[in-house]
Structure formats: structure tokens, C-alpha cells
T-cell receptor, first 115, second 117 residues
């Protein structure tokens, strides 16, 4: 079965530090990769999408993709307490039934930024 | 404001009841999705629809049903056949289809929390 794996954490970093979140996936044919942020009790919010190998930067966030290693990561620079949330990695993969591509989500990494 | 709305926010179901969760979007998106999230777990796909009057089963469709009579609306019915329905239900939409990179970006509604009494 196609999978997306994340360290569940919790990951704790001090305020101002860089938080590094990692994700591996099993489908070599995947072309679209996403990071969602989910605050406790709320719905996921799309914060980054990446489609090509390399880095993509948006403000304090940088997504990194290495298709050869089947690895995608999210870096959060100058971490703030407001960044404390669960971060979900999502990959567009062949469905369980094999009939179409669909987003497959990891179980998420819980990040806590300590003041 | 463009967005996705879900109602109700909280829903309580008695054993043997069918309940319907509402999802509406005004983003003019073609594709809509229903996911289920259990505590400490990722999202699992229940059903999705790429176009009006068409929908496909996801990984955990048993005990659920959907309809897509209008582009803006994609209601989910949790039937009595779903043995463990207590979960957080999330509706999402995307521009459309499964081709084209950015067309896959999915945006979520606020969710409905369903509890079985």
C-alpha cells in the first residue's frame, strides 16, 4: 500500500530556532507535494506546495523536495510560538484501488515552539 | 468571501440513525472531497467528486454515501452501516481533476465533529 511517513513527534524547538519537519513517501511516480498546518481542533490549512526538485521558499517557510530519495521536508525559520501546531505532509499518489491519483496524508508531526 | 462552509459544527448521532453533513463551496472548484480524521491520525479519503453528477469511492467508503447534484454542494450521509462513525469530518475542494500540478491543491472547510451517543 502506498504510504506517507512522518515522525509523529512531538518536536520542540526554542523560539527563533529553525524547525525541520521531514516526510518520506513510497510512490516514485508522485509529482505533487503539500504541507498543511493544523491547529488543535481546527481544519488543515495549506501552507506550501512543491512540484519540482529543490527548494521553494515562502516567507519563513522553505519546502525541500528530493524525488530520487522520495523525501520532502519543511523548514520553518525564526520559529514563533504561533507556529505550534501539527504539520501534515500530503502526497499525490496512486489510490488504494489503483484507479486514480489522490492525496495521501501522513499522520502529522506535532511541533511546539517554546517561548 | 470565497470559501468552504460545513454544517453543523458538532453533530450527535444515536445508534441506527443516518445523518447528513453539509458541505458548500463558492470557489467555483470542480472537485470536492470528504475525509475522515481520527485522533492522532492523518486524513483518510471517503469519497470524491471531480464533476457534477459523478463521484468515486475513496479508501474508506463503506457506510457512507454522497451526492453531487450541484457544483457548489457535496453532502455526506453517514449511514447506520458505519460501525464507528465518531470522528472529525473534513470537506475539501480543488480547482479540479487529477492532471496539472496546481489543480491538486486542496482547501478545507472548518469540519464537522460527529459523535455517536
Amino acid at each position: 500500500q502506498k504510504e506517507v511517513e512522518q515522525n509523529s513527534g512531538p518536536l520542540s524547538v526554542p523560539e527563533g530556532a529553525i524547525a525541520s519537519l521531514n516526510c518520506t513517501y513510497s510512490d516514485r511516480g508522485s509529482q505533487s507535494f503539500f504541507w498543511y498546518r493544523q491547529y488543535s481542533g481546527k481544519s488543515p490549512e495549506l501552507i506550501m506546495s512543491i512540484y519540482s526538485n529543490g527548494d521553494k521558499e515562502d516567507g519563513r517557510f522553505t519546502a525541500q523536495l528530493n524525488k530520487a530519495s522520495q523525501y520532502v521536508s519543511l523548514l520553518i525559520r525564526d520559529s514563533q510560538p504561533s507556529d505550534s501546531a501539527t504539520y501534515l505532509c500530503a502526497v499525490n499518489m496512486i489510490s488504494f484501488s489503483g484507479s486514480a491519483r489522490q492525496l495521501t496524508f501522513g499522520s502529522g508531526t506535532q511541533l511546539t515552539v517554546l517561548p | 468571501d470565497g470559501g468552504i462552509t460545513q454544517s453543523p459544527k458538532y453533530l450527535f448521532r444515536k445508534e441506527g440513525q443516518n445523518v447528513t453533513l453539509s458541505c458548500e463551496q463558492n470557489l467555483n472548484h470542480d472537485a470536492m472531497y470528504w475525509y475522515r480524521q481520527d485522533p492522532g491520525q492523518g486524513l483518510r479519503l471517503i469519497y470524491y467528486s471531480q464533476i457534477v453528477n459523478d463521484f468515486q469511492k475513496g479508501d474508506i467508503a463503506e457506510g457512507y454515501s454522497v451526492s453531487r447534484e450541484k457544483k457548489e454542494s457535496f453532502p455526506l450521509t453517514v449511514t447506520s452501516a458505519q460501525k464507528n462513525p465518531t470522528a472529525f469530518y473534513l470537506c475539501a475542494s480543488s480547482i479540479g481533476g487529477t492532471s496539472g500540478a496546481s489543480y491538486n491543491e486542496q482547501y478545507f472547510g472548518p469540519g464537522t465533529r460527529l459523535t455517536v451517543l
